[in-house]
């Protein structure tokens, strides 16, 4: 979904409907992943230092390798003077720098310093604690729609500011694991048709929205489709064996994701996008580019997970 958000070609054509429900599909894979992410790890069952070792580490080598990456291509490609060179340095704890992707990998970051805290609260509370705390941060992912009729504090003297954000999903996740079995298809369907609905109808009706709130990642709108999303693959895959060529390609590519998920947009920028023929096929280019992006970023990943040291650049490696 991530790769498909990125895919397409800029002045080439595409009109502001195609990009809008290319962008409006794909947002839910941020939430979906943290989803998973949350689904996978809480409550953690570690002592804080091994599970950050273990979990942090992971993603924090990677990015700031790949933040190295970045920076050379920025300055062999735009330059750099000393005190931008070095003030960009001094805020990689605090920020990404040279590529807005790794603004994903930050933000994992947090929640996992925040998962063992998380961990306790779940441990000592029931399906309807949870359920009032999921209530709550949905109220925040309404306040881009409710804010056009009405007064909304957003800021940190709001009353459900502590509430918001990413940690909604990572709980939503353990959540829809633990407590949901399954979900009809026609809620499944109402979950996806909704969003979709109320977008088209914005567009349509030429009502000016901020698409990148309204419509966006921590958005009540996308959250319902990455709620149809999650159970919808959670009932697909649970139909197949352990030892099946499906489920064995699924781990494949998840031990690979973190590393496809920062090597594609240096491929698809900086190799797939320069291919003239795709600048001419409209729609079907973002198709192509996706399909190439992934298929090129999963190459280099794989064969970056044998080397020695792998882990330290994609997360992951290989057991000979």
């Known amino acids: 979904m991530i790769i498909a958000m990125h895919a397409p ?6 009109n502001s409907y195609i990009l809008s429900t290319d962008s409006l599909m794909t947002a839910t894979g941020i939430g979906l992943f943290i989803m998973v992410s949350g689904a996978l790890i809480l409550p953690v069952n570690l002592p804080t230092k091994q599970f950050l070792k273990k979990r942090f580490c992971k993603i924090a080598w990677p990015t700031l390798l790949w933040t190295l990456f970045y920076m050379l291509i920025y300055w062999y490609e735009i330059g750099l003077e000393n005190i931008e060179l070095w003030r960009a340095l001094l805020s990689i704890p605090f920020i990404p720098q040279f590529n807005g992707v790794l603004w994903f990998m930050y933000m994992l970051a947090g929640l996992y310093l925040l998962a063992p805290i998380l961990s306790s609260w779940i441990k000592q509370s029931g399906r309807r604690e949870i359920e009032f705390y999921l209530c709550l941060w949905g109220i925040t992912l309404c306040y881009p729609l409710i804010r056009n009729f009405i007064g909304v504090n957003e800021g940190h003297t709001g009353i459900l500011f502590y509430f918001g954000g990413y940690a909604g999903y990572f709980l939503l996740g353990y959540y829809l694991k633990n407590y949901m079995e399954n979900m009809k298809v026609w809620m499944i369907f109402i979950f996806l048709i909704i969003p979709l609905t109320i977008a088209a109808a914005l567009k349509i009706q030429q009502i000016q929205v901020e698409f990148y709130d309204t419509l966006w990642y921590l958005s009540i709108l996308v959250a319902m489709m990455a709620v149809a999303w999650f159970m919808l693959i959670k009932g697909i895959t649970q139909q197949y064996e352990a030892e099946s060529l499906f489920h064995k390609g699924v781990v494949l590519v998840s031990n690979c994701c973190f590393g496809i998920y ?14 003239e023929p795709l600048h001419s096929m409209g729609v079907l280019q973002i198709l192509i580019v996706t399909l190439l992006t992934f298929i090129g970023s999963f190459a280099v990943t794989w064969f970056i997970s044998y080397l020695p040291w792998a882990e330290y650049i994609i997360g992951f490696r290989q057991k000979r």
């Open 9 to 14: 070609i800029p002045n080439t054509g595409l």
């Open 262 to 275: 920062l090597v594609h947009i240096f491929i698809m920028h900086s190799i797939i996008w320069h291919w």
